[in-house]
């Protein structure tokens, strides 16, 4: 879990003095830069990320959405209430009140129903694979700012050691066992390296905002990758393919597409109406006069399919219906491929990793300590010690880098297994 750091002003008077007032202010406003989050994983990082980011809690009202509109999927329409009157001289007229509800001729308020709970259903691995895309942005954000925040490390280090190196150069030069030329050099690789710092430090400042926005911290909040990229010694066993929100979201495309070439076909028939009335009237009836009549009835109606078929949109649905299988045949083979070469990619990454790191770098740091030790006893001169260090900086940067570029190759090898971080 994450270390969040705050500092708060103590205040132990009532009334504090002028300067204590300005103290406390100043305290206020430098407190949100001091909010901190120490991520130890990447795992960590996607397990803040699936927990805090934002753009997740505002994606998450979608299976709300769904379940509201869900409520209405599969009712029938709401019954008609019908009422005339009608006045005429001496008295006459006629009232009538009824009341008429349609119902469908097939299974389509079911069909309806079904559609509905799988849009809900959809709702929810659309959340998943949003939360799949988080999960792959935080794990590769993280071992950016490992990284980079390594890189500055690196030459935070490198730069000390020529600091010190460039003293005694300077020193010796005062006292005629150096030349000025020599100490010239000394400061001005001091120099280099100090302006070459500036790349991983700006490096690390966007990998930083990049990874404090996926995990839903403030805009001063800081972030701190603590890895050392120490490379396993054996690759991961290849796995086979996981649930995929993706896989299962095409998979359940198919399936509605089956309710809805069904419901088509069901909507084919229109609803019948079905109603009752009842209806009284007062008319003359000569010789007799005014005489009243009550009635009580019972009335339907069918549409007749004749002009509107309803074949377009079952062909619509069928040719939907096909698209998606042929969709999600597409999607299973570009995953399986994907599987496949980024494992690839892993493996060779790592060899290249471990060539660097296990070869490369004990060679460059024994060259350069004999370049030391013979500049020492009087046998070389400075710039061989410049240049053996400035080509172990190279080397182990660049060993840095095929170790970032390792664990950003086993990041898209997890995402494309669907390999999801545990939550507790």
Known sequence: ????????????????????????????????????????????AARLALRQNPDLAAARHLVAEARGRSRDAGRPA???VEAEVAG???????????????????????????????????????????????????????????????????LEKQTKLAVEFAEKIRKSASEGLASDLEAGEAELAVESLRVRSGDPAIEAAGAEGKLAGLLGLPATGRVEAVSSLALPDQLPEARSLKAR????????????????TALARASRLEDVSVGIFAEGERFRDEPE?????????????????????????????????????????????AVLREIATTYRVMAARHQAALRSERRLVPAARAQAEAAVTAFQRGEGAADDVFRSRLRLTEIELETLTASKNYFLAHAAWLDAIGEQPFLP
């Open 1 to 44: 879990m994450p270390t969040f750091f705050l500092l708060f002003p103590t205040f132990r008077h009532v009334f504090p003095p002028p300067g204590g007032i300005a103290l406390a202010l100043f305290a206020l406003i430098a407190l949100p830069a001091a909010v901190a989050a120490e991520i130890r994983s990447a795992d960590e």
């Open 78 to 80: 709401n019954p008609e």
């Open 88 to 154: 005429g001289p001496d008295a006459e007229g006629r009232v009538s009140v009824g009341f008429t509800q349609k119902f469908p001729l097939t299974s389509r308020l079911r069909l309806e129903r079904k559609l509905s709970a799988l849009d809900v259903r959809a709702a929810e691995l659309e959340i998943q694979v949003r939360e799949r895309r988080v999960v792959s942005a935080a794990r590769t954000a993280f071992y950016e700012l490992a990284a980079t925040q390594a890189a500055v490390r690196l």
């Open 245 to 260: 929100p993706d896989l299962e979201l095409a998979a359940l495309a198919l399936e509605s597409g089956d309710v809805e």
């Open 289 to 333: 006069g005014i005489e009243p009549e009550a009635l009580a009835g019972l009335r339907f109606s069918i549409p007749l399919p004749l002009w509107k078929t309803g074949a377009g949109r079952v062909a619509e649905a069928e040719s939907a219906r096909a698209r998606r299988a042929a969709e999600a045949d597409a999607l299973r083979g």
